[in-house]
């Protein structure tokens, strides 16, 4: 775990590599690197939490119309061949 103070920011499962990252983003760019924050202490903001269920369940919708409409072809075709 690495801590910045000030600002109390922490990074969890630091790697060797992502040392740099930290460094040259965090740093020198002023901004955290939000995929290696603690969520203990940093979680997900809301709206990130509602853009990935709304993504999610755009998905889910768009698959159920894809299954409805492939049941119905399905039956059409079943009820034509008696």
């Known amino acids: ?30 901004k955290p690197v939000v995929s290696m924050l603690y969520r203990k202490f940093h979680p997900l903001p809301i709206y990130g939490q509602k853009k990935a269920l709304n993504s999610f369940l755009g998905w889910l919708s768009a698959l159920s119309v894809i299954l409805a409409l492939v049941l119905t072809i399905v039956w059409v075709l079943s009820a034509n061949q008696y």
Do not use: C, R
């Open 1 to 30: 775990m690495v801590l910045f103070l000030p600002e109390k920011t922490w990074y969890g499962e630091v790697s060797f590599d992502a040392v740099n990252v930290i460094i040259e983003q965090h740093l020198s760019g002023k």
